[in-house]
């Protein structure tokens, strides 16, 4: 999968799959995407961006998003002269992900075209926003309620007119605030998301509803 990316590529590619715990010689692409997991550039993080003026906070990326940030990033320092955007990439914890997650809209989005019924070739290379192939398939089909893997997908392939994915922003008043899991602290378990994810957390996996267990400390 390496080759074929150029070198900026290749060195974040072997990074993010490393950190995922993966082999960068033998990962596919696929296996990598699979794993699903969300990152934040560390280079913006250190605050060479803010300095020049660009948004604050920061974007959670996936895998395949970071690759162009770090080659745009590139290209933009030797632009405006900046010292570095330095290449390091934060692996968000599960806690943080599922935060992430809640607030990430679907995609593909519905109102692409993009959709297709499973049962027929009727949409077929003509492809259809998602709720006319839900309709299609509960009218044609008489399934009631269609899901998504069973009776409909999304269009994986090229040539389709597909809206990119929105990367949720964590403005820097949430970002700079680090909550830390005093029963986890041993594995370093830090969350990069609001008070409420650490509840949740403790409460999921220690069934403790007590804020006396939540630390709270900057990142910075
Ligand atoms: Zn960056
Ligand atoms: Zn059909
Ligand atoms: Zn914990």
Redesign the pocket.
């Known amino acids: 999968m390496l080759h074929r990316l150029g070198t900026i590529g290749q060195r974040v590619a072997r990074t993010l799959i490393k950190s995922v715990g993966l082999d960068p010689e033998r990962a596919t692409a696929r296996g990598v995407e699979a794993l699903d997991r969300r990152f934040i550039c560390g280079g913006c993080l250190e605050g060479v961006d803010g300095d020049q003026g660009v948004d604050e906070g920061q974007w959670v990326l996936t895998w395949t998003e970071c690759i162009p940030h770090q080659v745009e990033m590139y290209h933009r320092r030797g632009l405006h002269n900046w010292d570095q955007h330095s290449e390091s990439w934060i692996l968000l914890s599960p806690e943080a992900e599922a935060y992430v997650r809640s607030r990430e809209l679907p995609h593909p989005s519905s109102s692409d075209k993009v959709w297709s019924?499973?049962?027929?070739?009727?949409?077929c290379h003509n492809f259809v926003k998602r709720n006319t192939a839900v309709q299609?398939?509960k009218k044609?089909?008489s399934v009631s309620s269609p899901r998504e893997g069973t009776d409909i997908f999304a269009y994986p392939g090229p040539n389709v007119d597909r809206s990119p994915r929105q990367p949720v922003h964590i403005p820097s008043e949430n970002l700079g605030v680090v909550f830390q899991c005093l029963k986890c602290r041993k594995d370093k378990c830090k969350l990069w998301a609001k008070k409420e994810a650490l509840v949740r957390h403790l409460s999921d996996k220690y069934l403790i509803g007590e804020a006396a267990q939540i630390e709270g400390g900057r990142l910075r």
């Open positions: 019924c499973m049962h027929c070739g009727v949409h299609h398939v044609v089909h």
